[in-house]
């Protein structure tokens, strides 16, 4: 099973970005996806936003109003749309998603690499 993240970059003030993440690989199924950031002065990830396997949805409340999650469950992958990038917006963004893998036991957490969003003043 792999995440594989993009859509990152750098954009300034202001500016909009979209984040891509695909689950793939033998997956029976995907439960919550979502997104963690960490900035350079931080040494934790923060959550994002997140959404269920159902439709459900939240999002942290730093970016509520600017940021919205969703997803496509027929091709297990999570978006996040950013609009109004701040400068303290700027970190590393990583994906996730539980998984339950096809002869698995249990579902785990999976983890993309993580793509650079840089916002300019």
């Known amino acids: 099973v792999q995440l594989q993240a993009s859509g990152g970059g750098l954009v300034q003030v202001g500016g909009s970005l979209r984040l891509s993440c695909a689950a793939s690989?033998?997956?029976?199924?995907?439960?919550?996806m979502g997104w963690y950031r960490q900035a350079p002065e931080k040494n934790q990830r923060e959550l994002v936003a997140?959404?269920?396997?159902?439709?459900?949805?939240n999002h942290a409340d730093s970016v509520k109003g600017r940021f919205t999650i969703s997803r496509d469950n027929a091709r297990n992958t999570v978006y996040l749309q950013m609009n109004n990038l701040k400068p303290e917006d700027t970190a590393v963004y990583y994906c996730y998603a539980n998984i339950f893998e096809r002869g698995g036991a249990r579902p785990f957490n999976k983890w993309g690499q993580g793509t650079q969003v840089t916002v300019s003043s």
């Open positions: 997140r959404a269920g396997a159902d439709g459900d949805t």
């Open positions: 690989g033998d997956i029976f199924k995907v439960y919550s």
